[in-house]
């Protein structure tokens, strides 16, 4: 059973950044297409992003589209979500999970983290 912790998130003002961090127990990282969902208070939770298995493709929801930018190194099991200029819409819990598969489909996603907060306030 793969284990994924995800850590950075905390509360910003408007236009600031946050780095999260998610890191799988895994002999077999390289072998699984990572995701970042995020739900917010009230609302289903949604596709963020998302990258391959090594790294060279990545796709983003609209809303975070130039603003949020998703990363991953192999040899430290670990992906990041850079997010810039966030906004208050960006308010939720932020998740990574791991497919084996290209997919935004959660129902696809076999593995989640616990999730982090996110919060951006003034």
């Known amino acids: 059973q793969e284990q994924l912790v995800e850590s950075g998130g905390g509360l910003v003002q408007p236009g600031g950044s946050l780095r999260l961090t998610c890191t799988v127990s895994?002999?077999?990282?390289?072998?699984?297409?990572m995701g970042w969902f995020r739900q917010a208070p009230g609302k289903e939770r949604e596709f963020v992003a998302s990258?391959?298995?090594?790294?060279?493709?990545?796709e983003y929801a609209d809303s975070v589209k130039g603003r949020f930018t998703v990363s991953r190194d192999n040899t430290r099991n670990t992906v990041w979500l850079q997010m810039d200029d966030l906004k208050p819409e960006d308010t939720a819990v932020y998740y990574c999970?791991?497919?084996?598969?290209?997919?935004?489909?959660?129902?696809?996603?076999?593995?989640w983290g616990q999730g982090t907060q996110v919060t951006v306030s003034s």
């Open positions: 999970a791991a497919t084996e598969i290209p997919t935004r489909s959660q129902l696809e996603y076999d593995y």
């Open positions: 895994t002999t077999t990282f390289s072998g699984y297409y």
């Open positions: 990258i391959s298995w090594g790294g060279v493709d990545t």
